[in-house]
């Protein structure tokens, strides 16, 4: 049973429309993620679901409920880490996960969230004097202390060091195992590709793909990768012709990466030696799910 | 309900770890009635007085002084910095709302200010053998009606501002002409006919007043508790129609 269902959400600021009939639904004990570049409509989409915004039009409902009417129902089984919110910076740890341990009808034990977090140490450090990682686990912790069914993660691991970024992914990964529903908010491929279940990948505030991560990078074709940097300018009329070519990017500093199957490579290669062009720090891969992004996000060739 | 009050109870222990607040709300009003106490001339009756002295004066102007310090100047940033900082937020998904985390700063701003009234009151009579209020319960119920309107006078700048720092800058603006209704400059009673009467119609203005009144004994005249109760009910008003969230 869908837990979240979002059904061609409408949101609009001051005439701008922002997130643009967008609909999809999550599965208890998934893990979902929400992708796109900024601006895409990612935290407005979530702050329908939490809450905090009305849609325009459409319809949310999180355990059958709507967030906006029934918030009395909804805020209880509710756990959410939200982009630029602090603590009060004279708080300790204790402090505040006992005073949040108070607004729930029946908290989880702190203690033992503490120490799965690897705060224990930090408890009667003040907020402000926490580090990055410090803080988003507190507020890992306190998104999970009302024992909620759904967890809203807003850029999660945004300004963290990869260290203290992976160590939050397994922490992450470790809800899957208690059932909780988590929707994460990301824009790093790799967080998405090692966390979620299923993915939603926005693009001006319309749903562009809704795939598992493995789906998404195969609806690029099993694609290959060429990057490389040609000897001369290659304009897009003189790559178009190549067979079951995907899209084209152009990078700084006339680097080109092509997405398309070994056969694309193949022509390609030969393409470049009729005309005598070299390409410069060749290189080829399969897809990534990175590539899969930037090519459902780009424009058509 | 016990939610609310975990609220509270974190706040006051957080207001007491702001040296700044705790400074100008507590010790710098008191500091002040000790040292005019200190000038020889303050403890001697003035001609104009009808017998009072100076520092009898100027004691309900330093309570006055500590509940303009809490509402007006250390509220507004308290509570702009918990909306610019995203605490009003994250606390808003939670099944406690927001504004009882504002009502909780306002409450302990509110008991800091009342507290730090009783203290000069006490400091004043055992230092300087100012007088206990004549007419204590009227002596209390304008020093509520005043801290009220301390308060949310500072819930409106809160409300208007856009950041703590703007709000910071507001409430030192609005400060001093504040002061000076109250009597920090010279005590309402001595302003000259014309100026007394328009200081009146301000809430410190009147607040003053009413504390002298009290303090002699009476019962202050009701006009200025109802120019009190205005100001109260028209900046409420004013600010939970303009407060925004985000």
Redesign the interface.
Known sequence: MAIIEVDRLRKSYGGRTVVDGVSFAVEEGEIFGLLGPNGAGKTTTVECIEGLRTPDGGRVRLAGLDPVADRKRVTPILGVQLQHSDLQGKLTVREALELYSAFYPRPADWRSLVERLGLTDRLGVRFEKLSGGQKQRLFIALALIGRPKVVVLDELTTGLDPQARRDTWHLVGGFRDEGVTVVLVTHFMEEAQHLCDRVALLRSGTLAALDTPAGLVESTGGATVVSFTPSRRLDDPELAPLPAIRSVRRLDGDRLVVTGTDETVDALMSMLALNGIAARNLRVESASLDDAYLDLTAKEL | M??SI??LK?EA??FR??PGSVFWILAFPLLLLVILGLIPSFREPGPASGGARPIDLYLPVAVLLGVILAGLTSLPPALTA?RE???L??M?????RPAALLAAQVIVHGAAALAGGIVIIAVGRLLYGVPLPANPAAYALTLVLGTLGALVGGALIAALSRSAKASTTTATLAFFPVAFTAGVYAPVRSMPEVLRRVVEFTPFGAASQALDQASAGSWPALPLLAIMLVWITVLAGASVRWFRWE
């Open positions: 016990s939610a975990a609220v974190a222990r957080l770890r702001e918990y900082k995203g605490i937020r994250r808003s998904t939670t099944p406690v």
